[in-house]
């Protein structure tokens, strides 16, 4: 049960993590002027995406 609870507080702060992570990510984007440094920040938000969607694959 101790290992149940774990997991669970773990899942729980790792999902607080990302929308904290996406809210200042989509505060970070709307500060670029071209499309060329809006794109690179999009590229950086998506591939931080898949590391926490590969961060939880590995808790679970």
Known sequence: MLKT???LLA???IIK??????K????F???FESK????IGWLF???LAL???????IIL
Do not use: P, R, T, W
């Open 11 to 13: 899942v729980f702060v």
């Open 51 to 57: 590391v926490i969607y590969n961060l939880i694959d």
């Open 36 to 39: 060329n440094e809006s794109f």
């Open 5 to 7: 609870l774990f997991i």
């Open 45 to 47: 938000l998506c591939i």
């Open 17 to 22: 993590l990302s929308i904290l992570i996406f």
């Open 24 to 27: 200042d990510a989509l505060k």
């Open 29 to 31: 984007l709307n500060m």
